[in-house]
């Protein structure tokens, strides 16, 4: 069964890169026709995909993210990292990383979650 983790510091400075990790067990980051992504969730609001990364490595960002927002993969590791640049207050939420189907782009397999906050 595939499982996702997500890890990374719980508070970040304002203006600080924000840093996460998803580390993927039962499966293979690299298995054809499935891709990587992250999604967030700021409290009291929904959900805000933010980008994701194709089985051919492309990446593909949230307009509103694009700028400072990098999502890549090791294939060592089983992981794919999430890299956001300038953190500021609005970035806190709780973010997700997961799995989808590149058939149909829906989320096949995602881990519990982990809370950031930005804050001084």
């Known amino acids: 069964q595939v499982q996702l983790q997500e890890s990374g510091p719980g508070l970040v400075k304002p203006s600080q890169m924000l840093s996460l990790t998803c580390t993927v067990s039962g499966g293979s980051i690299t298995t054809s026709h499935y891709g990587l992504s992250w999604i967030r969730q700021p409290p009291g609001k929904g959900l805000e995909w933010m980008g994701a990364i194709a089985y051919d490595a492309s990446t593909y960002y949230s307009p509103s993210l694009k700028s400072r927002t990098s999502i890549t993969r090791d294939a060592s590791e089983n992981q794919f990292p999430l890299h956001q640049s300038t953190a500021a207050p609005e970035d806190t939420a709780v973010y997700y990383c997961?799995?989808?189907?590149?058939?149909?782009?829906?989320?096949?397999?995602w881990g519990q979650g982990t809370q950031v906050a930005v804050s001084e």
């Open positions: 997961g799995v989808y189907a590149e058939a149909d782009f829906y989320l096949k397999w």
